[in-house]
Every structure is written in structure tokens, then in C-alpha cells.
């Protein structure tokens, strides 16, 4: 089955600094990978995802990359605030495949 | 509607209880499912429902018995837990095989278990 490794498990950042959240995964059938934010007691939220035949996808402040050969794909969030202080996890799914591998979690720290 | 509603938030039950956790969504969406998550790990697959048949079944305890009545709602019956089941249980529902076949979860908020 497919294996996806996150890292780092924490990431303390100064406020407007920016982030960059690292994922692998291991089978390359995979083709769809989603991120979410989970704050403290409540529900992950999809933030941005990302396709297999697209490099790179921006929504404002954050970004997704995805290295299909080496098997990686990114979260980058620039400029953070407090507000984006949360647990984040990547995940991975293969075409029509109802079951999300997901990632061992990142907590991120936004110091004020 | 694009929510995935959960009840109850809290609930305390003893090992010998019977309880059900109950999720909702009118989305259209055609696959549910349960995850378990302990404090700081990622969430866990439970079952899977893909148009109201049970899909995927992840090697889950028979205490845990999932029901989907129809396409909108997904239960959860619990019984004879034990201490190491207390978790937050969350729902997720989306669009499922036959859709957009890039599609991720909507998730519920959870239903935070306490076995006592």
C-alpha cells in the first residue's frame, strides 16, 4: 500500500516569515494529494490540493508543489500569521480510489 | 448545504453502554466514511461506505458496527468499549467513483468519545 512520510512534526516560525511543510510517498499510482489544516479541537479542513499533472498550484499566501519523479510534493505558506497556527497533514489517493493515505502531521507555530 | 453534521459533540459513555454516533450530509455526496484520530496523530480509516454499501472495512473491532440507512446519513454503533477507543470520531463524506475523480473529503467536526 502507499506509505507518505511528513516533515518535520513541529515548525516554529517568526510571524510574516514563511513555512515549507515536505511530504513523500511511495506509490507511484498516487495522483491526487490534498492538504489540511486541523486547528486544536476541530475538524481538518482542506486548504489546497493538487493534481499529478500539474506542477505547482497557488491559492493567495499558500502554495503546493508536487515532484512526480522524486515522489514529493510540498506545502509553502509565505508571510504567516498567528492565525495559521495549526496542525497540518498531506495526504495521497490513487485515481478513484476511496481511501486517503495521509501524512504523520506538522505542527506549525506562528510566533507573534 | 456543504457541511457534515455530527452528533453528539461530547459523549461519555461506560464500557457495558450502548451508543451510537450519527453523521449527516446533503451534499450529493455518494461516499462516507469514519475515522478515528487520537491526539496528535492523523486520522484513522475506519469504514468506508461507496453508495451505501460498505466498501472498506480497515480490520475495525466488531464493538464498532457502522450503518448507512441511505445516502445522506452514516451511524456509528458503539458497544462494549473499552478505555483505548476514546478518541475524536469524525465523519467525512465526498463525491465518490463516478464523480470528479479528483475529490477530497469534507470533513464533520467530530464527536469526541470519553470511555469510561
Known amino acids: 500500500g502507499e506509505n507518505v512520510e511528513q516533515h518535520p512534526s513541529t515548525l516554529s516560525v517568526q510571524e510574516g516569515d514563511s513555512a515549507v511543510i515536505k511530504c513523500t510517498y511511495s506509490?507511484?499510482?498516487?495522483?491526487?494529494f490534498p492538504w489540511y489544516k486541523q486547528e486544536l479541537g476541530k475538524r481538518p479542513q482542506l486548504i489546497i490540493d493538487?493534481?499529478?499533472?500539474?506542477g505547482e498550484k497557488k491559492d493567495q499566501r499558500i502554495a503546493v508543489t508536487l515532484n512526480k519523479t522524486a515522489k514529493h510534493f510540498s506545502l509553502h505558506i509565505t508571510e504567516t500569521q498567528p492565525e495559521d497556527s495549526a496542525v497540518y497533514f498531506c495526504?495521497?489517493?490513487?485515481?478513484?480510489?476511496?481511501?486517503?493515505?495521509f501524512g504523520s502531521g506538522t505542527k506549525l507555530n506562528v510566533k507573534p | 448545504d456543504t457541511e457534515v453534521t455530527q452528533t453528539p459533540k461530547h459523549l461519555v459513555m461506560g464500557m457495558t453502554n450502548k451508543k451510537s454516533l450519527k453523521c449527516e450530509q446533503h451534499?450529493?455526496?455518494?461516499?462516507m466514511y469514519w475515522y478515528k484520530q487520537k491526539a496528535k496523530k492523523p486520522p484513522e480509516l475506519m469504514f468506508v461506505y461507496s453508495y451505501e454499501k460498505l466498501s472498506i472495512n480497515e480490520s475495525v473491532p466488531s464493538r464498532f458496527s457502522p450503518e448507512c440507512p441511505n445516502s445522506s446519513l452514516l451511524n456509528l454503533h458503539l458497544h462494549a468499549l473499552q478505555p483505548e477507543d476514546s478518541a475524536l470520531y469524525l465523519c467525512?463524506?465526498?463525491?465518490?467513483?463516478?464523480?470528479?475523480?479528483?475529490?477530497?473529503?469534507?470533513f464533520g467536526s467530530g464527536t469526541r468519545l470519553t470511555v469510561v
Open positions: 493538487i493534481r499529478s499533472n500539474v
Open positions: 495526504a495521497a489517493r490513487k485515481y478513484n480510489f476511496n481511501k486517503f493515505y
Open positions: 506509490d507511484s499510482a498516487s495522483n491526487y
Open positions: 467525512a463524506s465526498s463525491q465518490g467513483q463516478g464523480g470528479d475523480p479528483f475529490y477530497g473529503y469534507t
Open positions: 451534499m450529493g455526496h455518494r461516499a
